[in-house]
């Protein structure tokens, strides 16, 4: 079983460009939330969504930055008119529910975007 | 913001026990204490959760205090792998998602 796939690994863009980070969350994995690592930070929470919805973008910036989770597909990050302060690593973790009783959120290995 | 107190680091001896402690004093009845870690370049991996009893796996194991105000990670017998950032989160606290804070970082000495 394949584990969370996120790609690109590494991506860069200039400043203006649009980024898209796509992640497969885990098989029978329906939830998928998005972090963002800044140089030297912690991980910041983005967004929560499950299929075709978003439940709680409450970290996710209020402009250039959405993500979407199709009923087919990878679930999408994309970041419009990038700025170096973009730069940062993102990464995609996946949950098979949103029970009280479930274990662990599985993540993947991150995408690193750098806007030059 | 999280809710959870954990030293900035802590050092180790390779092959000795760690204990990683954690205070959540304004924990909730219903909230789980998580623990992740983040090795360097890497994606966050699930370490251990619990509730309000202690808690083993082949990773580690997690004692929770009876006021469940705070736990302690237990890493066995410390590698050099185990050098990492280490997080207490209670899973819930939030929502579904995960709050981090910003951990113990974990060095391990040969």
């Known amino acids: 079983n394949a584990g969370v796939m996120q790609n690109p690994r590494h991506l860069v863009r200039r400043r203006g460009q649009e980024a898209r980070l796509r992640c497969s969350p885990m098989k029978g994995h329906s939830h998928v939330y998005w972090y963002r690592q800044l140089p030297e930070e912690g991980l910041k929470f983005m967004v929560y969504l499950q299929k075709e919805n978003i439940i709680d973008e409450s970290g996710m910036p209020k402009e250039r930055f959405s993500a979407e989770f ?13 700025v170096r302060g973009d730069s940062a690593a993102y990464f995609c973790a996946s949950s098979p529910s949103a029970s009280r009783d479930t274990g662990e959120l599985f993540f993947g290995e991150g995408s690193r975007l750098t806007v030059l | 913001d999280a809710k959870t107190t954990q030293p900035n680091s802590m050092e180790s001896n390779e092959e000795e026990p760690v204990h990683l402690p954690c205070n959540h004093s304004t924990i909730s009845g219903t909230d789980y204490i998580h623990w992740y870690r983040q090795l360097p370049s890497q994606g966050p991996e699930y370490v251990i959760h619990g509730l309000t009893s202690n808690v083993n796996n082949r990773m580690a194991s997690l004692a929770i205090a009876e006021d469940r105000k705070s736990s302690t990670l237990i890493l066995h017998r410390a590698t050099l792998r185990d050098a990492a950032v280490y997080y207490c989160i209670l899973r819930f606290e939030y929502g579904n998602k995960l709050v981090f804070g910003a951990g113990t970082i974990l060095r391990v000495k040969s």
Do not use: A, T
Request: charged fraction near 25%.
């Open chain 1, 70 to 82: 199709p009923k087919e597909g990878p679930s999408i990050l994309r970041i419009q008119q990038v």
